[in-house]
């Protein structure tokens, strides 16, 4: 079905004043530039720091010293998890104990300021992680690095804790970021040695882009690294537009305006799959929406009590009017493409156990409840309204109360811990068990939001992390699951997938674990 490419006035308006054109010709090619429609522009480039629009930018100007592996599947390209090839790095050796890796720096690997990388580069990155004491600490820390020290200037030698598996994956990520250290001393003060306030603002990595400039509220433009080592993207600069109305968004990839539109609601999403001028991309992301229950905190200090909101949960209406038949249902902390992906959340929808369960609680007349939420995903305010309606047939009584984003981030913040019941979506970078598992339900994990404190569940998956014999790893990532899934802290409902919404001439999309965008993998093909 070719939709009609009408835009009401208040999106016209709006298109106008970021002088977009709304002539009857597509504007597909604008050379080899990339239009975007971004809900707004990046607040921040720190990896360390997340702000808007940080990841979205720091996933396409920094690179890892590993990468994983791609395989075609069905005509695409997907990772393979399994399997970790050098990147930055160009080889790397093990000690037997498995506690000693030696990195070789690819050479011929530049950053747009024309500085070669080199081992300084890592020491001094992994440096600032620590001095800043952020997200780059917390993987530094999961994958048991001791030290980084240059050995000379194109080796750079990891020393760990303990062997583990956990290791290579996090240097696939953008974070720790490898940073043109020579570029970003010149930044440097007294008071900020690490050029903080200057990365904030500005980018300096090895990637395939790098930031030219940023109009706050407006937009922002990057440019190709003229120097990047691997193979030159079709697209040499992105244009980043501010669009904050999803409608907007959606006209403007109907009619040609902009060739991509990020975070469009899943019922625009169905629409726009009939639309010819519109190439939507889905994939069933590991990335769960989930209700969770702090066990430090009553009523969900009993287990009784989160296994009824387990059993009272219709997920089936949830399936249909949340997620309208195109999400996958969740059946673990764990989803596939993650290794050792079982189906161990068994709780399906029984209003009766729930009530038993509520019965021998302590609460045969039910009880009453408040489910906090924000607006980080489309889904959280429909998700809570549906758990709303399903609970209360159990009996509990759940008042839907939304709170401000930061609020959300404060109050769930590790070590606060002040929300009893409260939406979330659970995803990382890092698609490894081990890691996912610390991550999100050890009791010291980075994302640990709900404050999990079960010490059988940390034992199994601490295990886990160092376990090197792959069947005995397996058993223990599975006994994790249904450890976890047990103890039902989370209430898994849907994967709601990625969805990503492109001119008709768009290809090349492929799914990333940090679930972003990568300019480089696009190219326009009439």
């Given at each position: 079905m070719n939709h009609?490419?009408?835009?009401?006035?208040?999106?016209?308006?709006?298109?106008?004043?970021?002088?977009?054109?709304?002539?009857?010709?597509?504007?597909?090619?604008?050379?080899?530039?990339?239009?975007?429609?971004?809900?707004?522009?990046?607040?921040?480039?720190?990896?360390?720091?997340?702000?808007?629009?940080?990841?979205?930018s720091s996933v396409n100007v920094?690179?890892?010293?590993?990468r994983f592996d791609t395989r075609m599947v069905e005509g695409r390209a997907v990772i393979d998890p399994a399997t970790i090839e050098p990147h930055l790095a160009e080889s790397w050796t093990v000690s037997e104990d498995g506690k000693e890796y030696l990195f070789r720096l690819r050479p011929g690997v530049k950053s747009p300021f024309g500085n070669e990388i080199s081992a300084a580069d890592v020491v001094w990155t992994f440096e600032k992680s620590n001095a800043q004491r952020r997200t780059g600490l917390f993987i530094r820390n999961v994958a048991r690095i001791e030290s980084v020290e240059a050995v000379s200037p194109r080796e750079v030698r990891f020393r760990l804790r303990d062997a583990n598996r956990i290791f290579l994956s996090v240097l696939t990520l953008h974070i720790p970021a490898i940073f043109d250290s020579t570029e970003a001393k010149k930044h440097?003060?007294?008071?900020?040695?690490?050029?903080?306030?200057?990365?904030?603002?500005?980018?300096?990595?090895?990637?395939?882009?790098?930031?030219?400039?940023?109009t706050a509220g407006q937009q922002a433009v990057f440019i190709a690294n003229p120097n990047y080592a691997f193979e030159r993207p079709f697209y040499s600069r992105i244009v980043w537009r501010e669009v904050p109305s999803p409608a907007t968004r959606v006209a403007l990839v109907r009619t040609g305006q902009v060739q991509y539109a990020e975070q469009i609601p899943l019922q625009q999403v169905a629409d726009l799959r009939r639309d010819r001028n519109?190439?939507?991309?889905?994939?069933?992301?590991?990335?769960?929406?989930?209700?969770?229950?702090?066990?430090?905190?009553?009523?969900?200090?009993?287990?009784?009590?989160?296994?009824?909101?387990?059993?009272a949960t219709d997920y089936e209406a949830i399936g249909q009017a949340v997620f309208l038949g195109l999400g996958t249902r969740s059946r673990s902390m764990l989803n596939p493409p993650i290794p050792g992906a079982i189906d161990a959340y068994t709780f399906d929808t029984d209003y009766d156990r729930a009530k038993a369960l509520l019965a021998e609680a302590g609460h045969p007349n039910g009880l009453?409840?408040?489910?906090?939420?924000?607006?980080?995903?489309?889904?959280?305010?429909?998700?809570?309204?549906?758990?709303?309606?399903?609970?209360?047939?159990?009996?509990?009584?759940?008042?839907?109360?939304?709170?401000?984003?930061?609020?959300?981030?404060?109050?769930?913040?590790?070590?606060?811990?002040?929300?009893?019941?409260?939406?979330?979506?659970?995803?990382?970078?890092?698609?490894?068990?081990?890691?996912?598992?610390?991550l999100t339900a050890h009791s010291r994990g980075g994302s640990n939001v709900n404050g999990n404190n079960n010490?059988?569940?940390?034992?199994?998956?601490?295990?886990?992390?160092?376990?090197?014999?792959?069947?005995?790893?397996?058993?223990?990532?599975?006994?994790?699951?249904?450890?976890?899934?047990?103890?039902?802290?989370?209430?898994?409902?849907?994967?709601p997938g990625t969805h990503e919404v492109f001119a008709a001439c768009m290809r090349g999309f492929q799914w990333r674990p940090h679930n972003r965008l990568v300019w480089k993998d696009l190219a326009c093909q009439r």
């Open positions: 009609p490419r009408r835009l009401l006035p208040a999106a016209a308006a709006l298109l106008a004043g970021l002088g977009l054109a709304l002539g009857s010709a597509p504007a597909l090619a604008q050379g080899n530039t990339l239009v975007a429609a971004m809900v707004s522009t990046p607040r921040g480039f720190d990896p360390d720091i997340w702000v808007p629009g940080q990841i979205e920094y690179e890892g010293l590993t440097a003060t007294a008071e900020d040695p690490f050029a903080a306030r200057w990365l904030g603002a500005n980018t300096a990595g090895y990637g395939p882009y790098h930031v030219q400039s940023v519109v190439r939507v991309e889905s994939v069933a992301a590991p990335g769960s929406a989930t209700v969770r229950m702090n066990p430090r905190i009553a009523p969900f200090d009993d287990q009784r009590v989160r296994q009824a909101v387990a059993y009453d409840v408040t489910l906090e939420y924000s607006t980080n995903w489309w889904w959280e305010e429909p998700l809570a309204l549906q758990m709303q309606a399903s609970l209360a047939r159990a009996g509990i009584r759940v008042t839907p109360r939304r709170i401000p984003a930061t609020e959300m981030t404060a109050r769930r913040a590790v070590r606060v811990w002040s929300l009893p019941f409260m939406t979330h979506l659970t995803s990382s970078f890092v698609p490894d068990p081990s890691y996912n598992m610390f010490e059988a569940l940390d034992r199994l998956i601490d295990a886990s992390v160092v376990e090197r014999d792959q069947a005995k790893w397996l058993e223990l990532v599975a006994q994790a699951q249904r450890a976890q899934a047990e103890s039902a802290t989370f209430v898994e409902t849907f994967l």
